[in-house]
Antibody
């Protein structure tokens, strides 16, 4: 079955750029009616959707983060990536990558998730 | 934004109990309402999509219902492995949003 794995630095300094990559295995990132998302969760808190990218390169972002976020996809490597600029302590969270599914015209959900990676913003 | 509000925020129950968690949206989400289960230190797991469709491999004791802005997740007979945090999520609006979570604890 499909597996997703996040990778990237676990510690980022304030004002710098957080960069994470999600590698998709046991399935092509380009197949099916899928999109690829990032979701984050501060310790002890709820889930916040960051954005999504299609293999066409089309993106949608959470307006609260839009000015700082870029999502991209590399189909040759079966990977998609997150860049979050000008980070602050409030960006400290577990970051998950997930596969989104458009199921007909009545459903849209995240069916596969990575295990999550903790990113701490601190000097 | 479509705000998602779950109730209760926490719940204590015993093995074998029937449990219901409610999720209310600030505007209609049509059929675009999903439920996830999250255990400590783990990624969320999809339980139900499109209000009431059980994801493959999810036990039949889980069920979902509702329409418009009001939805429920029901666990018919709690099992030890069901103690976790549950989140609803809307995907009707492109700004996907989650409820704040309901923590289900052992009484």
């Amino acid at each position: 079955q499909v597996q997703l794995q996040e990778s990237g630095p676990g510690l980022v300094k304030p004002s710098q750029t957080l960069s994470l990559t999600c590698t998709v295995s046991a399935g092509s990132i380009s197949s099916g009616s899928y999109y690829w998302s990032w979701i984050r969760q501060p310790a002890g808190k709820g889930l916040e959707w960051i954005g999504r990218v299609y293999t066409s390169g089309s993106t949608n972002y959470n307006p609260s983060l839009k000015s700082r976020v870029t999502l991209s996809v590399d189909t040759s490597k079966n990977q998609f990536s997150l860049k979050l600029r000008s980070v602050a302590a409030a960006d400290t969270a577990v970051y998950y990558c997930a596969r989104g599914v458009h199921h007909g015209d009545y459903a849209n959900y995240f069916d596969y998730w990575g295990q999550g990676t903790l990113v701490t913003v601190s000097s | 934004d479509v705000q998602m509000t779950q109730s209760p925020s926490s719940l204590s129950a015993s093995v074998g109990d029937r449990v219901t968690i409610t999720c209310r949206a600030s505007q209609t989400t049509s059929t675009f309402l999903n439920w996830y289960q999250q255990k400590p230190g783990k990624a969320p797991k999809l339980l139900i999509y499109a209000v009431s469709t059980l994801q493959s491999g999810v036990p039949s004791r889980f069920s979902g219902s509702g329409s418009g802005t009001d939805f429920t997740l029901t666990i018919s007979s709690l099992q030890p492995e069901d103690f976790a945090t549950y989140y609803c999520q809307q995907s009707y609006s492109t700004l996907y949003t989650f409820g704040q979570g309901t923590k289900l604890e052992i009484k």
